[in-house]
C-alpha cells in the first residue's frame, strides 16, 4: 500500500470519528460563536468603521490554542489508553505515515472551522472596498499558525494516555510560545532582547504575514516548527518500539537524525533571519515595498547616503513592534541602493556621542513617553528617530511623522507607521536636491528656459522703468553664466513690425499698453516671462525694485525645476484666540497649516494689500469672508499669471458652542469673480442619505419638557463620499476611499470656451438641497431623529477643477488701487492666463477646520484626515509632483465603511451568525449522508 493511501485513509477514520464525538461538534460550534462574538463585540468592528478583516486575524493566535488543543488531545493518548497503539507499531509500514494521516485529519478539520469565518471578509466586501491580499495573507498565516499549534498537540498527545493531560499539555506549550513574543513579556526586557523574543513568539510573526507581507523567514519559522514536532512526534513513537535495556545502531541512527534534522531547522531559520529581502508584499498597491519612484531616486545618488535609525532599547510597547517593521523597510531602502546607501540602527543610550551629535547638530531629542505596569507607571525618554545624510545635507524624521495613533470603540489605541516610505523618500529627495544644487538651480531645470521681456524702447518708457532695465540687465547676464545653457533671456519691442507682436500679446495672454499716470496718452510695454517648450510663467509686473528682481526670477525659475520645496501660499480666516478658545468667530485652520508645513513650505497671506507672495507656487484660499477687491485683485492675477489657487468656500459657516450648533451667513465675496468664470454656488446646503455620523446637540421633547442631549446621529449635512462621488480617474481623488464633507453647497458650472471642467467630488444620486437655517433634528417623545427629504432628489456637484486659459475678471475694469504704493501709476492687468493655470472649487468653508475634525473623530473614533489628504494631493497635483503623489497614493488609508443604521448593522452581524450555523448544518447533513452511505454498503457487502 502506497504511502499517501495509508495516510489518506488514516486521515480519513480520524475525521470520521471526529464528526462521530458531540463533543467534537461544540468545539466547532463555541469556536465560531466565540470568533465573531470577539469580532462583532470585544473589537466593535462596526464602532472601528474600517473596512478590513484584522480584528479577525488579531485574536486568531490564541483562538487557536484551545482548537487545535481539542482537535489533537485525543489523536495518540486515546490510541494509548485503548491499547490500539500496539497494533499500529507493529504494522510494517513507517510509524511517519500515521502520524502525517492524523497531521492531515486535524488540519482538514482546522480548516473547515475556518470556513465559518469566511463569509466575514465577503460580507466586508460587499459592504465596502476590501483589500484581499491581507485577507488571503491572514488566512494563510492562520493555517501555517494552526499546522503549527497541531503539530504541538500531536507530539504531547503521543507522551500521555490521558486526553485530559494532553489538552492541558498543549495549551501550555501553544501558550508559551505565543506568550515569548507578546507585549506582556518583551515588556520586560530591552529593546534586543525583546526583539529576539518576537522572532521566537507564534503571535508576533503572525502579525506580519496577516498585515500583508508574507516574509519567506515567517514562513520557515513555522514550517520549522511543524516539521519539528512532527519528526518529535514520529521520534516519540518509534521508540515504543525499541527494547528498554537495548543500545543498537538504528537507535543511534535514529537519535543522530533527529537531532541533525532539529539543529538544521534552527541554523535554516538563523540564517534565513539575516536576508530581510525575501518577501512578497501582497497588499493592494503593494504598501510595504518601496516603489518604482523611490527606486528611480535612488539610482540617482552619486555619493553614499547614509539612513540612521536611533531606536531605544526600552520605549512604549505598542511602539516596540514597529521598529523590527522600520527597520525592515529601511533594509529594503540598502537593497535597492546598493552600496550607495549605507544603514544604521543604534541605540543612543549605547552610544552617547552619537546622541550628543543628534542633539546639537541634528537638533533630535528624546520623546517622553509613558511606560505603565500593573505596578507602577514610569515615565520613558524614548527614541524613534531616522536621520538621512547625503553630503553636508541632512533631514530628521521624529514620532510625530512617523506614527499614527487611533482608537476606535472601546478598543485599546492602534499606533502603527503612518506612511514610512513617503517620509523617508520625501526626507531623501530634499537631501539629494539640496546637496546637488548647492544654492543653484539650474541643474534642476528640465529643459531650456528663457525669459522674454515683452519691453517698449527706452525712449518710451519712464524713468522708472528704462532704470529697471538698466539694473537688472547685469543679473540676466549673471543667471545666463552660472546657467550651463539652461538659461537665456531677450528682448522684444511689441511696437515693431508694424505692431505684430502687440496684436499678438492682447490676443494670446491679454496684455494691455500701459500708461505712466492717469491722462497720460503715451502708452509702452513692459511685461516680463519665462517660457520654455511646455509652459509660459508670467512674472510680477507690480513692483519695479531692482533688488527684488533676482528673488521674483528663482521664484519663477523654480516652477519649472524639480526637487525644491514648494511654497503654498495659505490664505485662512485671521484667529481671534479669545473667541477661538469659545469655538466662537471663524473657523480655525490649525490640523490644516500643520499637514501644509509637514511637505511644503508655507506663506500666511491676507490679501488685503492686493498681492500674492512672488515665492508662492500654489495659493490656497479657505473660508474667505467678505474679500474686497484688493485681495479678488490678488487671486485674479496669481490666476493670471499661470498659478493654481484653490478655493474652499460656501455661503454659509457652523458654530458650534455650548451645546449648540448654529448656522451663519458667510459671504465670501468671491459670487460675482466666480460667475466670471461660469461658477456659481448655491445659497443652500446639500442633504445626503449616504452621510456620517456625527456627535449633534438634540433637542428632545418629552410631553411639555424639552431637553438638549448630545447623541450620535446619522447626519445628512456630513456627506459620506466614496467613488463615484470621489472621481477615481483623477489623480486628486483616486487614492481617497472616502471624504466626509460636511454643510457642503451646490456647485453650478457653465465653463467659458476654453476652459475644461472636472468634477471631483459629487453627491449621491439621492441627495436633496435644503435652506433652513435650522440644521437639527428634533426628537419627539424618544424616536429616533430624522429629517425629513425634499421630493426632489438629484446628484449634487460639490468640488470642481478648471483648467485652461483664463480671462481675467479686471479685464474690463479698473484694478484697485494697492496701499502705500508709489508706483500705482505703472501698475498693470494680466488679461488672459497661460495653459497652466488651474481653478479647485472646493464648496465649503467648514469640512477641513479644526472642528468639524475634531467632530468626526469623535464620531468615528479614528482619527480623521481625508480633507487634509484631498488637499494635499491637490498640492502634489498642481505642483506636478508625480512622484511624490504616486507614492502618496500609496499610503495606508483606512477603507472605512459606509454609513448603515443600527438596523442593518444588526442585520450583517446576525447574518453572519447565521451562515456559520449553516455552514456546521451542512457539515452535520454531509456527515450524516456519507455513514448512511457507508452503512448501506455495508450491508449489501454482507448480504443483508
Not at 491722462?519 to 511646455?534: K, M, N
Not at 528682481?549 to 523654480?558: C, I, Q, R, S
Request: hydrophobic fraction near 45%.
Amino acid at each position: 500500500m502506497s504511502t499517501s493511501s495509508i495516510s489518506r485513509r488514516v486521515a480519513q477514520k480520524e475525521m470520521r470519528l471526529f464528526f462521530g464525538s458531540p463533543v467534537a461538534w461544540l468545539f466547532l460550534a463555541v469556536f465560531a460563536a466565540v470568533t465573531l462574538f470577539i469580532f462583532f463585540w470585544v473589537e466593535s468592528w462596526f464602532a472601528r468603521n474600517i473596512a478590513d478583516v484584522r480584528p479577525l486575524f488579531e485574536w486568531m493566535p490564541l483562538l487557536l490554542i484551545p482548537l487545535s488543543a481539542a482537535l489533537t488531545m485525543r489523536m495518540w493518548s486515546e490510541e494509548r489508553r485503548t491499547g490500539t497503539l500496539e497494533h499500529v507499531l507493529i504494522q510494517p509500514a513507517g510509524i511517519w505515515r500515521f502520524v502525517l494521516g492524523k497531521f492531515w485529519a486535524c488540519f482538514s478539520l482546522l480548516l473547515l472551522a475556518l470556513l465559518a469565518t469566511l463569509p466575514l471578509p465577503v460580507t466586508a466586501s460587499l459592504m465596502a472596498d476590501l483589500d484581499w491580499g491581507p485577507v488571503a495573507a491572514g488566512y494563510l498565516a492562520t493555517a501555517l499558525l494552526g499546522a503549527a499549534y497541531l503539530s504541538i498537540g500531536l507530539f504531547v498527545s503521543s507522551r500521555t494516555d490521558n486526553p485530559i493531560v494532553s489538552l492541558i499539555g498543549t495549551v501550555a506549550v501553544c501558550g508559551l510560545l505565543y506568550l515569548l513574543g507578546s507585549s506582556t513579556l518583551t515588556g520586560f526586557f530591552d529593546d534586543r532582547s525583546g526583539e529576539l523574543l518576537r522572532l521566537l513568539g507564534t503571535g508576533s510573526r503572525f502579525e506580519s504575514i496577516s498585515r500583508g507581507v508574507l516574509d519567506l523567514r515567517d514562513l520557515a519559522w513555522y514550517l520549522g516548527l511543524v516539521a519539528g514536532f512532527l519528526a518529535l512526534n514520529v521520534y516519540s513513537l518509534e521508540r515504543e518500539r525499541w527494547a528498554r535495556d537495548v543500545r543498537t545502531a538504528r537507535q543511534r541512527r535514529w537519535r543522530v537524525g533527529i537531532v541533525l534534522l532539529l539543529a538544521n531547522l534552527v541554523l535554516a531559520n538563523v540564517w534565513l533571519q539575516r536576508l530581510p529581502g525575501l518577501r512578497l508584499d501582497v497588499t493592494e498597491g503593494r504598501l510595504y515595498s518601496i516603489s518604482a519612484p523611490t527606486r528611480n531616486l535612488l539610482a540617482q545618488l552619486e555619493e553614499p547616503l547614509l539612513i540612521r535609525g536611533y531606536f531605544s532599547a526600552r520605549t512604549h510597547p505598542l511602539l516596540a513592534p514597529l521598529v523590527p517593521q522600520l527597520r525592515d523597510l529601511i533594509e529594503e531602502y540598502a537593497i535597492a541602493g546598493g552600496e550607495r546607501v549605507r544603514v544604521e540602527f543604534i541605540d543612543p543610550a549605547e552610544h552617547p556621542e552619537l546622541e550628543q551629535e543628534a542633539n546639537e547638530r541634528y537638533q533630535m531629542n528624546a520623546t517622553p513617553l509613558q511606560v505603565a505596569d500593573r505596578y507602577q507607571s514610569a515615565l520613558v525618554n524614548a527614541w524613534f528617530h531616522v536621520l538621512v545624510s547625503y553630503g553636508d545635507e541632512f533631514a530628521t524624521l521624529g514620532f510625530s511623522d512617523l506614527i499614527d495613533v487611533r482608537t476606535a470603540g472601546n478598543t485599546e489605541a492602534e499606533v502603527r507607521l503612518r506612511n514610512p516610505e513617503f517620509d523617508l523618500t520625501r526626507a531623501i529627495r530634499d537631501v539629494l536636491f539640496s546637496y546637488q544644487l548647492g544654492g543653484n538651480l539650474f541643474p534642476s531645470l528640465r529643459q531650456p528656459v528663457e525669459l522674454v521681456a515683452y519691453a517698449s524702447d527706452d525712449a518710451l518708457l519712464p524713468d522708472l522703468l528704462r532704470n529697471y532695465k538698466s539694473a537688472i540687465l547685469p543679473q540676466l547676464e549673471q543667471k545666463v553664466a552660472q546657467s550651463g545653457g539652461l538659461f537665456s533671456y531677450r528682448f522684444v519691442e511689441p511696437e515693431a513690425n508694424g505692431g505684430e507682436v502687440a496684436r499678438k500679446l492682447g490676443e494670446d495672454w491679454g496684455f494691455r499698453p500701459m500708461i505712466s499716470a492717469l491722462g497720460e496718452e503715451q502708452e509702452f510695454w513692459f511685461y516680463l516671462t519665462l517660457e520654455d517648450d511646455h509652459q509660459v510663467v508670467q512674472l510680477p509686473t507690480e513692483e519695479f525694485d531692482p533688488a527684488d528682481f533676482a528673488t521674483m526670477l528663482d521664484a519663477g525659475l523654480k516652477r519649472f525645476a524639480s526637487g525644491f520645496t514648494r511654497t503654498v501660499a495659505l490664505a485662512v480666516p485671521e484667529l481671534n484666540e479669545q473667541m477661538a478658545r469659545y469655538h466662537l468667530g471663524a473657523p480655525t485652520f490649525s490640523n490644516l497649516e500643520q499637514a501644509i508645513t509637514r511637505d511644503y513650505s508655507i506663506r500666511l497671506e491676507q490679501l488685503e494689500d492686493g498681492r500674492v507672495d512672488p515665492a508662492a507656487d500654489i495659493l490656497a484660499v479657505v473660508a474667505p469672508r467678505e474679500l474686497d477687491s484688493a485681495a479678488l485683485f490678488a487671486i485674479d492675477q496669481f490666476l493670471m499669471r499661470g498659478g493654481t489657487v484653490i478655493l474652499a468656500t460656501s455661503p454659509f459657516s457652523v458654530e458650534l458652542t455650548a451645546g449648540q450648533m448654529r448656522l451663519l451667513d458667510y459671504p465670501s465675496g468671491l459670487d460675482d469673480w466666480l460667475a466670471g468664470h461660469g461658477i456659481s454656488i448655491g445659497k443652500s446646503l446639500v442633504l445626503d442619505p449616504q452621510s456620517a455620523t456625527f456627535p449633534a446637540p438634540i433637542l428632545r421633547k418629552v410631553g411639555d419638557y424639552e431637553f438638549r442631549d448630545v447623541q450620535m446621529i446619522d447626519y445628512p449635512y456630513f456627506i459620506d463620499l466614496r467613488p463615484p462621488g470621489l472621481n477615481p480617474e483623477h489623480p486628486v481623488t483616486a487614492n481617497l476611499p472616502q471624504l466626509t464633507m460636511g454643510w457642503a453647497s451646490p456647485i453650478s458650472v457653465d465653463p467659458p470656451h476654453g476652459l475644461r471642467l472636472t468634477s471631483l467630488l459629487q453627491s449621491s444620486a439621492t441627495a436633496w438641497t435644503s435652506t433652513e437655517r435650522d440644521i437639527l433634528p428634533r426628537q419627539e417623545d424618544g424616536a429616533t431623529p430624522v429629517f425629513t427629504p425634499a421630493t426632489e432628489r438629484q446628484q449634487f456637484r460639490l468640488g470642481v477643477a478648471l483648467e485652461g486659459r483664463f480671462s481675467s475678471w479686471f479685464a474690463e475694469r479698473k484694478p484697485p488701487p494697492l496701499a502705500n504704493d508709489a508706483t500705482a501709476e505703472v501698475r498693470t492687468v494680466l488679461e488672459r492666463s497661460p495653459e497652466s493655470a488651474r481653478l479647485i472649487v472646493l464648496a465649503s468653508n467648514d469640512f477641513m477646520d479644526d472642528q468639524m475634525l475634531n467632530a468626526v473623530v469623535a464620531a468615528a473614533g479614528t482619527q480623521y484626515l481625508g480633507p487634509l489628504e484631498l488637499l494635499l494631493n491637490t498640492l502634489e497635483w498642481s505642483l506636478q509632483d508625480e512622484s511624490l503623489l504616486q507614492i502618496r497614493s500609496r499610503a495606508h488609508f483606512n477603507r472605512t465603511l459606509p454609513p448603515m443604521s443600527r438596523e442593518a448593522q444588526q442585520f450583517v452581524e446576525y447574518l453572519n451568525y447565521g451562515l456559520a450555523v449553516a455552514w456546521l448544518l451542512l457539515l452535520a447533513a454531509v456527515h450524516w449522508l456519507r455513514t448512511l452511505l457507508r452503512k448501506r454498503h455495508y450491508r449489501r457487502s454482507l448480504g443483508l
